[in-house]
């Protein structure tokens, strides 16, 4: 496990510090991640990897510490409804679900849409889909931002487990690079082992190749 956070760890950072190029304007430019400050929350989000609700808990109680970072007990299901139809409004028909599990919002991303077959690089075409996730994401600060990868059976376990860290790294740099704080962010990859279907057919397989994005409101307890 530490070898495999260690080798997740420059993952992240060596994203985090590179030059990309805007898909909009063609224009390369460093991230804005490559600053020491940022590379250390980067490093706090990975450590869902190895502890995950602690990491969450951990993390969830640094943003209510800030100032304003956490929602009134009152106001935390009419905040989440109304985040939830924005997010419907932007994703319908992008093969993107949303769903609600008590407070929190989930989507859930099928691999087959956002990444190449055993890549961790993303869809050009999936670009406009994450810029719409990112701005109301932005919109609606409160919330903790979890992210995770999963996969289907198919390959080794090892190859499983290090290609859905790889993709929920992924995710989390792009959205952090539209705007999304990377301090509220717990990133996390699970390979195999929380399938949602069979991995006896393919069609179970491909719904067990995803990434989800799990928005959790930051209240008081």
Request: charged fraction near 25%; hydrophobic fraction near 35%; include cysteine.
């Amino acid at each position: 496990m530490h070898a495999r956070l260690a080798s997740f760890f420059l993952v992240l950072v060596m994203t985090a510090c590179a030059t990309t190029t805007d898909p909009y304007t063609g224009e390369e430019r460093r991230t804005r991640t490559s600053s020491g400050a940022t590379i250390g929350a980067i490093a706090g989000a990975i450590a869902g990897i190895a502890s995950g609700d602690d990491a969450k808990e951990r993390r969830k109680r640094a943003l209510i510490g800030a100032a304003g970072g956490a929602l009134a007990g009152g106001s935390v299901g009419y905040y989440m409804d109304r985040q939830e139809r924005e997010l419907r409004d932007q994703l319908q028909g992008t093969g993107v679900s949303v769903s609600r599990e008590g407070e929190n919002i989930v989507l859930n991303m099928p691999g087959n849409i956002t990444f190449e077959t055993g890549s961790a690089a993303l869809n050009a075409s999936f670009f406009d889909v994450l810029d719409a996730v990112g701005t109301v994401l932005q919109k609606y600060d409160k919330t903790l931002v979890e992210i995770t990868g999963h996969t289907d059976s198919t390959g080794a376990d090892d190859f499983n487990q290090k290609l859905s860290e790889q993709r929920a790294a992924a995710v989390g740099s792009y959205l952090e690079r539209r705007g999304v704080s990377v301090e509220r962010m717990v990133i996390i990859g699970y390979g195999e082992t929380r399938p949602i279907a069979s991995n006896g057919t393919p069609a179970g397989r491909a719904e067990n190749r995803r990434v989800e994005i799990t928005l959790e409101p930051l209240t008081r307890d």
